[in-house]
Structure formats: structure tokens, C-alpha cells
């Protein structure tokens, strides 16, 4: 591959990074796209997506409509203790899996002629005399624009030395988030959180009659008990009554959990060394509230958005850059900062006891908070 140039180049082939190769290749662009793993694949997340982004997806190429999928209007949150509330949700989401629909995605993408380099770690992206150069374990390639949508955390944080990588350890960094598909009896309109000691667990109905069970703990709380999930799932999380009559019920559909350490939720920036980010690699929202996927996706429109005039010869970089930065501010700021704000609610076991109790009386509070961190159909 060694200086093949493109148009774009995306490192990370997530949900942000597959729908931004579809809406670049449309528009006849020349894409590439590194994925360090090989597709399908299954992927630590809540696999709950807003309505908001059902147009967008479909959009995209993606036939919803057609696949049957489970849609959630309902949102249930309990307590450690076992105190819950109920209550609907005004756009409500649907359930899909990470290995469907990003497998879906990379069917398009390939179909329009988007050159993915599955398998295939990046080691650097290098800007100079305009021009960036990828380099990976295949090669080097060229590009005009380089875009970062590499996830959680990545051997480029590092090599970068993002803030958010040296900083001092925070309140919110060093999470681990552990997902399982389970067959249980569930209800397909019903999102559940349930709340353990330093963490909570997500539960919500996925395609074909699957359940799909994801949960985010301090790597602390795992390292207390010995390094040992079952061993801190027996002691922590089953103290939730609710949990424990899940977790006591479900048959696992894989043998072991699906596992991602060192999540940071705090603040990142939007362009390092000219490389735009778009989904969790600019920033990510807590799973808690429930977003992370939409936010992903309508990233991807925004940095679309950004970059076709760029390359159209309408826009210098930095102005690219400029309102690349500004829409996604204000679109996705407010969401992360209520997120950031709900997250250090669900922390110690007596304060989501507390917060819990408080909101009981008044459901309404739940949907104003749940109505933060959604947005309108993109």
C-alpha cells in the first residue's frame, strides 16, 4: 500500500468510523479504513440506539425496518438496594448488536468500494506539507484527511500523549465494562439499569429474541475481588435483588463476557496533530445514559459534513476544522456534561440509594434527565 493516496483515511472501524466510509464513498471519495480486528466481531457496549438515528442508519443503507428489531419505550432504574423507578421514554431506542449492525455497515462499505484493511493495526499518522501518512502494519498510505475513530483507548492516545491519557487518575477514568448476550424471559419494550456498588448494569432486548446484559465497574471493584468476574459478580453485583434473580436465571449465549478495561469518560479533544475524531475517540458519553451509539452516528454526519467541502476545494483545513469543532460542541457538549454529572450520582452505594429514593416520588425528574442526553431525529 505504500503511497497510495487517498481522499480519507479512518482509523477505527466502529459505528462512527463505517458510517462516515459510507457517506464519504456515496459522494465519490476515495476511502480507506483500518480496523485492528476482523469483522464480524463482537464489541463491549449497551447495543441500545435512540430513535433518533433510525432515519440516518436506514439512510445509510442499513434496511431497520425490515429486521424485526425490539423497540424500547420503557426505562426502569433500581438501587442497590433494590428501591426502583419506572418511567417512559419520550423517543424512545431499539436494540441491535454490535455484530450486526456493524456488520451490516462493513457489507456497504465494501459494496461502495471503500478499501477496509481489516486486521491491520495503525502505528502513527503523520501530518506534513499537507498531506497526512498512515502508517501500519501494512504499509503506508496517504491522505488528504485522517480521521481517528479508534474507540476507548488506543496505542495512538498513548503515542500522542492525550491529557486524557497522562492526567492524573480522576473520578471518571479506569472503568471496565463486561457484556454478556443472555436468554432470559425479558420484555422487549424495557431498558433496564440496575445500580451495584461502583457500577450499574445495563440490560435491554437485542435481534432475534436475544438479551443483551453490559456492565461498567471500577477496575478497582474487579481488583478487590481477586481479579475474578464471576467471584465479583457474586459478591457485588447480585446484592441488587434485581440482579441477582437475572443473573441467576439467564443461560449465557458465548462462553465467556466480552471485556474492555481502562474506559476513560473524560474530556478529550476534537482534532489532534489535524486528525479529526468523531465517535468515543472524541469523547463519550457514560453508558448510563444510554447514547453512546447515536452519538457515535451522528458524529459521523458531522464530520461529514466537515470534510466533503474541504476536499471540494470550499473550505481551507482550518476552517474545516473550525466548524467540525463548533457543530459537534454544540450538539453533543450538553449531553456530556448532564452525563458526567449522573455518573458521579452512581458511584457510592448510599448516594444511588439516596438519589433513587429522592426521584421515586417524581418520575418526571428521570425523563427530564434521560431528555438531556438524547437528541432530535438527525
Not at 175 to 188: C, L, N, S
Request: some cysteine.
Amino acid at each position: 500500500m505504500y503511497n497510495m493516496r487517498y481522499d480519507i483515511a479512518i482509523v477505527g472501524g466502529g459505528l462512527a468510523g463505517l458510517a462516515l466510509s459510507i457517506q464519504s464513498a456515496k459522494a465519490g471519495f476515495k476511502v480507506v479504513l483500518f480496523e485492528k480486528e476482523q469483522y464480524p466481531f463482537h464489541k463491549v457496549c449497551g447495543e441500545y440506539i435512540s430513535l433518533e438515528s433510525w432515519d440516518f442508519i436506514e439512510s445509510l443503507g442499513v434496511p431497520l425496518s425490515k429486521m424485526q428489531l425490539p423497540i424500547v419505550n420503557r426505562l426502569m432504574v433500581t438501587a442497590p438496594n433494590g428501591n426502583s423507578v419506572e418511567q417512559p421514554l419520550d423517543l424512545g431506542g431499539f436494540g441491535i448488536s454490535r455484530y450486526t449492525i456493524d456488520k451490516a455497515l462493513y457489507d456497504l462499505a465494501k459494496g461502495l468500494r471503500v478499501r477496509v484493511e481489516a486486521g491491520v493495526k495503525v502505528d502513527d499518522i503523520v501530518f506534513e506539507a499537507d498531506m497526512f501518512s498512515v502508517h501500519s502494519s501494512v504499509g503506508i498510505i496517504q491522505s488528504r484527511v485522517a480521521v481517528g475513530s479508534f474507540g476507548k483507548r488506543s496505542n495512538l492516545d498513548v503515542k500522542w500523549k492525550r491529557p486524557f491519557i497522562l492526567g492524573k487518575q480522576k473520578q471518571l477514568d479506569n472503568f471496565i465494562g463486561v457484556k454478556y448476550h443472555i436468554d432470559i424471559d425479558w420484555p422487549k419494550d424495557l431498558i433496564a439499569l440496575h445500580n451495584f456498588k461502583d457500577g450499574y448494569c445495563g440490560i435491554s432486548a437485542i435481534e432475534e429474541g436475544k438479551t443483551c446484559l453490559c456492565y461498567l465497574t471500577t477496575a478497582q471493584n474487579l481488583k478487590t475481588h481477586g481479579g475474578s468476574i464471576p467471584f465479583m459478580e457474586e459478591a457485588v453485583l447480585k446484592a441488587n435483588p434485581h440482579l441477582k434473580k437475572i443473573l441467576e436465571k439467564a443461560i449465557h449465549l458465548y462462553e465467556a463476557p466480552v471485556t474492555i478495561a481502562q474506559i476513560s469518560f473524560e474530556r478529550k479533544s476534537l482534532i489532534e496533530h489535524h486528525v479529526l475524531m468523531v465517535g468515543d475517540a472524541g469523547g463519550m458519553i457514560t453508558p448510563l445514559c444510554g447514547n453512546g451509539m447515536s452519538m457515535a452516528l451522528h458524529g459521523s454526519k458531522l464530520a461529514y459534513e466537515a470534510i466533503a467541502p474541504f476536499l471540494r476545494n470550499e473550505l481551507s483545513r482550518e476552517a474545516m476544522e473550525q466548524r467540525y469543532e463548533r457543530v459537534w460542541t454544540n450538539t453533543f457538549g450538553k449531553r456530556l456534561t448532564v452525563g458526567r454529572w449522573v455518573q458521579r450520582f452512581f458511584g457510592k452505594t448510599w448516594m444511588t440509594n439516596l438519589f433513587i429514593s429522592i426521584l421515586k416520588p417524581f418520575p418526571f425528574l428521570v425523563r427530564a434527565i434521560v431528555k438531556q442526553t438524547h437528541g432530535e431525529r438527525y
